[in-house]
């Protein structure tokens, strides 16, 4: 394989493209224990078995917290900037549903650079994410994968969108129990990013994907 992608020498600014970006130690700490809060309180009501009486106080106190935070919103694919304890700094969506610090549906999934090359992450699903009974949903750890996948090429400065994701699901991936992704670039062509990880549980591979990334086509790289 021809190893011809080339990464792009800095990162593009998310604001050359017109996105407003929100440095992440600028998130205030209560909007992201809101959003722990948040979190867990979907977890809840999706298992609950209380009354009547209190479901019905429950859904005035979320209305009210709703009603509350409506006026004054991000705009859609608001970026935000992550910088890494190596330095280097990365853009990923604000609200991204796998990785995105103030989404509440998202885990968060957030991957760091692995000592064996590539990235690796831990994270826990709770029983938001359930497929078959006990189990994580095949498409959540698709999810997974594919920001993982995408996160690889991002670290090694060749950014795109996933063209093909292909997973394989080996063994069952429990709700609520620790799990480990791990995701690297294995060639590169042209524009195309070839990217294959992991998911674990207990150093057995639950899941495992290769997609194709197909970088951004950046001004000034010819289209190379
Ligand atoms: C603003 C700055 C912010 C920076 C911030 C960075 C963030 C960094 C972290 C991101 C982490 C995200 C992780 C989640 C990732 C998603 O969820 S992405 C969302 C899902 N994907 C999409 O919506 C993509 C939809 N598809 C498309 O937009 C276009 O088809 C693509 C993929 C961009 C390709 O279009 P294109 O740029 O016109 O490229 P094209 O010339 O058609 O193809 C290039 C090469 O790829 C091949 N190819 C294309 N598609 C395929 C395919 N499906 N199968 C096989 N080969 C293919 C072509 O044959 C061609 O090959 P060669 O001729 O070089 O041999």
Redesign the pocket.
Known sequence: MTVDAKPVAE??D?RD?G?SVVPEGEIPAELASLVDEVRSLVDTVAHTKAGSRELAAAREAVAAANDRLKGDRHDIGT?VQQVWPDGRVE??TLTNVVSGPTNAAAPPLRMETAPEGGLRGEVVLNGTYQGPPGLVHGGWLAALL??AL??AA?AEGM?G????LDVNYRNPTPLNAPLEITARVSGT????VFVSGEVRHNGQVTAEGTA?M?RM?LPGDGGA
Do not use: C, H, I
Request: proline content about 12%; charged content about 20%.
């Open positions: 990162l593009p998310p493209f996105l970026m853009y990923g594919d920001q995408g996160s991002g950014p969108l996933t063209a093909n062509e042209r524009r195309k194709l197909v086509n």
